[in-house]
């Protein structure tokens, strides 16, 4: 399916990072085998049980009517993304304050720091807040603060490509799921070690063989952070491998193309913008 990569906040940064010297940087690809099976929802405060009643209500009736297949189409297809606006956090008007981390395209990012969004969560969240009568206040942080800030009632609701998990759900009621997702593998063009794979079994038996000199990036606080280190819940095992955690996978895959890293691991969607951007630029 033909992607429509966004150059906004990943290109940017890839454009400071990568290119010195009028040398072209080394290409980088993603190794298409999913190594977990996820489900996306949104997270919504404790607190409020009839937002999330409301919500579960309108993804319903997004996934009937189409709109959100119109608005995958808009990343995925051959559809144009369209900007959200943020209006000022004021607590005398009735607002809907979303949690996000715009630095995961093409689920959410930002062209201008802070005020203007593009993303499917960011599309998803501007429908809601006209469907609530509300208007729409995002608020962008870590993506390790996105769950906590709606436990602690700083934000109404959690959107930023979150992966049902049951320690999330200390801070969070999850709402009915909305997108599949997985983890995927981004490795140096030029790497031919999982080539020959065909299955996630495969890639699991190459990096089971690896050990600490190996170096494995991923994004903080994510499912590929849980899937590199093992983690019960999800019945990762884990790998015998060096975890480097960063803020955003864009930063991991510069590290690596920088030699200080043997792979990357996030989530699929952000993996291709991520990769498909950067080889756009050489």
């Known amino acids: 399916m033909k992607k429509i990569i966004s150059l906004a906040l990943v290109a940017l940064m890839l454009a400071c990072l990568f290119i010195s010297c009028g040398k072209a940087a080394p290409a980088v690809k993603v190794i298409e085998i999913d190594l977990t099976e996820e489900e996306y929802a949104f997270g919504v405060d404790k607190t409020q049980p009839e937002l999330l009643t409301k919500v579960n209500t309108f993804i319903d009736e997004i996934m009937a009517n189409g709109k959100f297949d119109e608005i995958c189409n808009n990343y995925f297809g051959d559809g144009t993304p369209k900007?959200?606006?943020?209006?000022?956090?004021?607590?005398?008007?009735?607002?809907?304050?979303?949690?996000?981390?715009?630095?995961?395209?093409?689920?959410?990012?930002?062209?201008?720091?802070?005020?203007?969004?593009?993303?499917?969560?960011?599309?998803?969240?501007?429908?809601?807040?006209?469907?609530?009568?509300?208007?729409?206040?995002?608020?962008?942080?870590?993506?390790?603060?996105?769950?906590?800030a709606v436990g602690q009632q700083k934000a109404d609701i959690a959107m930023a490509g979150l992966t049902i998990k049951p320690e999330r759900?200390?801070?969070?009621?999850?709402?009915?799921?909305?997108?599949?997702?997985?983890?995927?593998?981004?490795?140096?063009?030029?790497?031919?070690?999982?080539?020959?794979?065909?299955?996630?079994?495969?890639?699991?038996?190459?990096?089971?063989?690896?050990?600490?000199?190996?170096?494995?990036?991923?994004?903080?606080?994510?499912?590929?952070?849980?899937?590199?280190?093992?983690?019960?819940?999800?019945?990762?095992?884990?790998?015998?491998?060096e975890c480097k955690g960063y803020t955003n996978g864009s930063l991991a895959v510069n590290d690596m193309i920088n030699g200080n890293l043997d792979y990357v691991i996030i989530d699929a969607a952000p993996a291709d913008c991520i990769v498909n951007a950067y080889n756009e630029m050489n």
């Open 83 to 148: 900007a959200v606006e943020s209006a000022a956090l004021d607590t005398t008007k009735d607002q809907l304050v979303v949690a996000t981390n715009a630095a995961f395209e093409p689920f959410e990012y930002t062209l201008d720091g802070g005020k203007t969004y593009l993303g499917i969560d960011m599309e998803i969240a501007g429908l809601l807040a006209d469907y609530l009568g509300l208007e729409l206040v995002i608020s962008n942080m870590e993506f390790e603060a996105v769950c906590l």
């Open 169 to 241: 759900e200390e801070h969070v009621a999850f709402t009915k799921s909305y997108y599949q997702a997985s983890q995927k593998l981004i490795v140096m063009a030029d790497d031919t070690t999982f080539d020959a794979c065909k299955t996630a079994d495969d890639v699991v038996a190459i990096l089971n063989e690896k050990d600490k000199s190996t170096k494995i990036g991923v994004q903080n606080g994510t499912t590929g952070f849980f899937y590199v280190t093992g983690d019960d819940d999800w019945g990762f095992d884990g790998y015998e491998v």
